[in-house]
């Protein structure tokens, strides 16, 4: 990596914010590390707690197993290299370890039995595989292709399905690998996949991957022959910047967010591809949960996080924060839901100020 950021890396990355065996590239996890930042409950949610924690978080993992919070982060991105993956104690919010890697830590996803997890190194076109355990990066696959300015396509959303690797690359048109989890190397390509790949799923109830694009396209991919069957739209005329995704199998819905051009949150039938409902506002994150049935929603832009009747998609509740809620990640149980909040960027490519992790305890 250059030592001085790029123009398109910070671009990249700010579309994001909407190599084997390279032991000798990063640092093992550390124990106990000298500075903590002190956990913070804001007064007006005795349900919340929230510390302050590092610069450019983006996504998390939740490690069951080895009763683990990790948090993917860039650090920062002016005149800086490499990134930080944080341990935290799930409940309290405090630091149990670090792992200083040589590529920035963008988005996540996690083996089903928790033991290792994946995080894309955007900048780099990359994705790099960690034991839950040590924090170590095991293996890692940089991809090939370049944009136009000769910088590496960003490796934005990735996906975890049936020992697969489903990797969204952020380009023009854009693409999405394909990686043996397992071995970490590059099966195939699924291309001519849109403007930006940005989100990608997994669903249940069709047996289908979902993929959403910057053109305002869901893309229907046959996780066996890798085809994109379908191209769905909310066939509304509107212009559409889709972002992230959520499913009710019970039911065969498909939540899907706009941020950017629609600011709202589309509800797909899985069968018919047709738009059933829409939900209005600014909508970044999403999750669904079966045994609560609800949908929780992160809005960037009002700094709020929603909690909504998944059938009735009135709000039962908000939570709102100082910074700006970004990813979103729910326990499987349920019964916690963890954000990443986001400080303003300056003009030079600065934040205003580190960014945060709160933990809302779910009743």
Aim: proline share 5%; with cysteine.
């Amino acid at each position: 990596m250059k030592l001085v950021l790029t123009r398109r890396h910070v671009t990249v990355a700010f579309a994001i914010a909407a190599a084997l065996g390279l032991s000798a590239c990063q640092s093992p996890a550390v124990k106990n590390p000298p500075v903590e930042s002190k956990t913070q409950p804001p007064a007006a949610s005795s349900d919340v707690t929230q510390r302050v924690l590092a610069n450019g978080l983006y996504e998390m993992n939740y490690a069951p197993t080895e009763k683990a919070l990790y948090v993917a982060s860039a650090q920062g991105f002016k005149d800086i290299n490499g990134g930080v993956l944080y341990r935290l104690d799930p409940a309290t919010l405090a630091t149990t370890g670090e792992t200083h890697t040589d590529y920035k830590n963008f988005g996540m996803a996690s083996e089903p039995d928790g033991s290792v997890f994946y995080t894309t190194n955007s900048l780099d076109g990359a994705v790099s595989k960690v034991d839950a355990k040590t924090g170590k990066i095991l293996q890692r696959v940089k991809f090939s292709e370049k944009g136009p300015d000769g910088d590496p396509v960003g490796a934005r959303e990735i996906l975890w399905h049936d020992g697969l690797l489903f990797i969204g690359g952020v380009a023009d048109p854009g693409l999405i690998w394909v990686v043996d989890a397992k071995t970490m190397t590059l099966k195939t390509r699924i291309k001519n996949a849109g403007k930006w790949v940005t989100g990608i799923i997994y669903s249940p109830t069709t047996d289908r991957i979902y993929a959403a694009n910057g053109g305002g396209e869901i893309l229907v991919i046959n996780p066996k022959n890798y085809r994109i069957e379908k191209r769905l739209t909310a066939g509304d005329g509107k212009s559409y910047l889709f972002l992230n995704m959520a499913t009710d199998p019970q039911t065969g819905r498909l939540f899907v967010t706009d941020d950017s051009k629609a600011k709202t949150t589309l509800v797909f039938d899985e069968r018919t591809g047709r738009v059933i409902k829409r939900l209005e506002g600014d909508a970044l994150g999403i999750k669904f949960d079966a045994k609560r049935n609800e949908i929780f929603i992160s809005q960037r832009e009002s700094k709020k996080v929603l909690q909504l009747d998944a059938t009735t998609y009135a709000v039962k509740k908000s939570w709102s924060f100082d910074a700006r809620p970004n990813s979103l990640l729910l326990t499987p149980d349920g019964q916690t839901l963890y954000v990443t909040l986001k400080q303003d960027f300056n003009d030079d490519s600065t934040t205003k100020g580190p960014d945060s992790v709160a933990r809302i305890a779910l009743k």
